[in-house]
DNA sequence: CTGCGCTTGTGACATCGTGCACAAGTCGGT
DNA sequence: ACCGACTTGTGCACGATGTCACAAGCGCAG
């Protein structure tokens, strides 16, 4: 029972999650838990932890619980965070170098490869080790990188056309911060982090 | 048939992001639009904004469509986007600083009334014409502001703590960007943007 | 005033996601 | 070797969410 269907997206954020947790537990010294401590420590539902689970598989051991270790190495290689993937950044203004700051500092299994901007002043300018490129360019840069996923954190105007410059350029997957509703290229796997709409959401609690 | 039951998130999401075409729509200068023009421009489901809009009323004339100018405006009352809301930011780092430039810069209806960080160099120091408080301070500082929601922007290692500081000082609504799983407090409307995870899910679907 | 074309608002239905409860299975003690 | 305590994995039921199709309603033309 490996990948048969497609999983959800909301099962596939649990188990980024859960992954996280885990490594919290790990940091802790904690060696095993079972679904229901787990649950109870993070605040999340055990059973559907461990329906998430089995849509890869077994995980645990019956009486027992998690191997935390196992678990975690387990999970690290489902979500393919075991290998390096390879991003480019489009629009560098305080949002986009913080993203970039944020990912260039860990040891986690992103790394940035190009980085855009159409403001004239930063193209040539380096952030970390990296020159900016001009987004005009982005057609050309990208197949020389091995850039597969972009993230888009440009002014709401220009989101579209950058987005479409950059499915053309072979990128496989988009991570949208702009406050725009994209119109989708199918190929590409896009997904939008809308930070307005939250805090709208929660305007409206307070309103009421 | 106003508001009877709790909206659900998604309900409410999108009805933030209808305004947020309509404003669209009304820039281009349209005056009139039916749902089904609506949906094919931004490649949204037509049935379902009505019965989003259905939760609230009747907003559109049958044989007709939507007045965008009259949609629109009953849409920001009704998010309760027509009144100020005041924010305490708390984290000035990279990723805090481009969301309060994001907030100070626009005529949205948010406004930013109190700043927060640990880091000694910059507490005293002005973000725009705000001093930055000590992240200790918050307690003391808060209920003197009439801030109701915090965007909540440290590291993950301090968030939880903070987050307490935060709903112990009459704070309503916290929108956190840390990448933790934060037990929340029950009174306190607490929403998470995780870009960790949305980067992970993406990276997922190229590993397989 | 009547009829026609169009669009909304809405009930019925299908699909998806989650909680519950229990059979299957594992470990440790005796 | 067996028993009992515990936990996983899973079938089932329920609730939430979205789609479809149509009746109700509006405006315009004649």
Known sequence: MTEPAEISSLTLNRLSLYLRCLRQLQDAGTTHVSS???AQHFELSASLMRK???H???FGIRGT???VD????????????DRIHNLAVVGMGSLGSALARYLSFNDKPFRIVAAFDVDGRKVGHKIGHLVIHHSRDIPEVIPQTEAQIAVLSVPASAAQQC???LTVSGIEAVLNFAPTQL???PAVRTKSVDFQINLEEL???LSS
């Open 183 to 185: 119109k989708q290229h």
């Open 52 to 54: 998430d689970l089995a």
């Open 56 to 58: 890869f598989g077994e």
């Open 36 to 38: 229901g401590q787990f």
């Open 163 to 165: 987005y479409e410059d």
């Open 70 to 81: 196992d678990l975690a190495a387990r999970l690290t290689t489902l979500l393919g965070l």
């Open 65 to 67: 619980g998690y191997r």
């Open 203 to 205: 305007a409206y609690f």
